[in-house]
Every structure is written in C-alpha cells, then in structure tokens.
C-alpha cells in the first residue's frame, strides 16, 4: 500500500493522544488545575491533530461528515463517533479538572473507555480488510491497541506501567511482522484462484493491461526490498521499545524522559510506514508485483 504521510501522521498521533486520554481519565497522574489543562492540551492536540491530517488523504474532504450516516456497516464511521463521544466526555471530564479541582470519576471512566473504542475501531479498518492479507488478524488491533496504551503511559509519567507495556508492545510488534511475512502465502489467494482459472493449470498475465500507471497502482501496490524493510524494523523496535525503556530504568530525569518519548515516537512513525508500506494488497497479483 502508498504509505501516505497524512495517514502515518494519524496513526501514531491520534493513537498517542488517546493513549494519554485514557491514563487521564483513569486519574493517572492525579492531577488538577493547571497541571491538569497542561496534559489535557497535549491530549487533545495530538488527538484531534491526529485525526484533522487523517482528511487530507480523502479524495472529497467536505464529504467527511458523511461517515457518521455509515455507523452500521463502516468501521470508519464507528470510528467517527467514539472519537466524538471521547473527545466530549473527556472535555466535560476535563473541566472538572482543571476549573473545580474535582475528578468526576464515572466520566472519566466512560471517556477512558471511548478513547479505548477509538483506536479499536481505527485499528478495524484495516483488520477487516481480507484483500490486504498482512493486515487481516486479530494481531492488527493489539499492536494498534499495545502501542496506544503504551505511548499514554509514557506520555503520563507513569513510569512502571509504560515499562511493561513499552516491552509488551514491541513483543506484540515482533509478533505481527513475522505473522505478516507469510500473511499473503498462507492465504492462498493466487491468480489461479482470482480467475477461477486454476483447474486448468497455471495462469500468468499474458501482458499489461496498460502502459502506464493508475490508481490501483499508486495508492495499492508499494514495493519494499526485504533488507531495507529488515533495517527499518530493527529501527523501529529500538526507537520504539528498546531505548524508551532503558532510559526509563535509569534515574528519573525531565531530560530522558523527553527523549523516551521523543525515541518512541519516531519509532512507531518508522513502524506504521512499514504496517503501509509492506501491506500487500491481492489486486497487485494482476499487474505481476505478488
């Protein structure tokens, strides 16, 4: 698949910021007033900033409020509306924060729970997808769901928590790559089976259904050679998990602890290109690049 910038963007963003949505509203840290509005603002940045770069890769984004009317059948619409249902619940949460001192302990609950919603429902809309073999496991929503939780207890200071989830999110990471390599062999589409052909013997394209690119073409079909693909993922497991975690277990410093969240970020920016990059769709069997 195109690995689009808009849709790394809001991945990682937007799963970093409910992340931290969620440790809020599970009172961790406790905190109000000022200190209060400081990580809500960080919340609701990356959060909302997540899912505003998400727009930009749609052909119409004046028709975006469309995806609300799809609720039954959409996991993008679904989406939509847990977003909208934490983003409410934790401002409602939230000023009780920061201008009554109060924590207002069932909202921060639900709101807790509807940022968890979102990034499950965001990590569906590629699980559900059985035309992108990689992607098509119950593995796409813990790494989406791990990484979320581990980036918010990074983000919150939560320095025990984040260093068991940081490692439990790079194990689920490694879990998915290697499940992911053999995704696409193991799910026996070929183009004996697209055809319908295959109980004649072998079939092959006899040539190009065209001379130049196209949509399917640029937006579904995106080579990566395995050893670059082998640099980055060690790259991104390092940045990610591995060096967060050993700077978490020296002792606590304002300054490591912005460069563990500074290493996380740019390594599950370098992971999320991969879980794109790599993610090989069945339409490309028909233009010989599977």
Not at 143 to 168: D, E, K, M, R, T
Request: hydrophobic share 55%.
């Amino acid at each position: 698949m195109h690995p689009a910038p808009s849709v790394i963007f809001f991945s990682t963003f937007s799963g970093l910021g409910f992340g931290l949505l969620i440790f809020l509203g599970l009172g961790m840290p406790a905190t109000t007033g000022f200190n209060a509005f400081i990580f809500l603002a960080i919340a609701y940045l990356l959060a909302v900033g997540g899912l505003i770069s998400s727009t930009f890769h749609l052909g119409h984004p004046e028709r975006a409020l469309k995806a609300f009317s799809q609720w039954r059948t959409s996991w993008l619409s679904r989406e939509a509306w847990c977003a909208v249902a934490a983003l409410v619940l934790m401002a409602v949460y939230g000023a009780g924060l920061v201008f009554f001192e109060q924590r207002w302990t069932p909202l921060g609950v639900l709101g807790a729970l509807a940022s968890l919603g979102t990034v499950f429902t965001t990590s569906m809309i590629y699980g559900q997808l059985k035309t992108v073999p990689r992607w098509n496991s119950p593995l796409t929503p813990a790494n989406f769901i791990s990484l979320c939780i581990a980036g918010g207890a990074l983000l919150a200071g939560q320095i025990v928590p984040a260093v068991a989830l940081l490692a439990l999110a790079g194990a689920i990471q490694i879990a998915t790559w290697l499940r992911g390599d053999s995704a696409f062999a193991n799910s026996g589409t070929t183009m004996q089976t697209a055809t319908g052909l295959g109980h004649i013997g072998s079939v092959r394209a006899f040539e190009p259904p065209h001379t130049g690119t196209n949509y399917l073409l640029r937006e579904f079909v995106h080579e990566v050679r395995r050893k670059h693909a082998h640099k980055l993922r060690i790259i991104a497991i390092m940045l990610m998990a591995v060096l967060p975690v050993v700077l978490l277990l020296l002792p606590f410093n304002h300054v490591l602890a912005l460069f563990a969240v500074l290493a996380h970020v740019g390594g599950v920016l370098t992971a999320r290109w991969l879980f794109f990059a790599q993610a090989e769709h069945v339409v490309g069997l028909y233009y010989g690049k599977r």
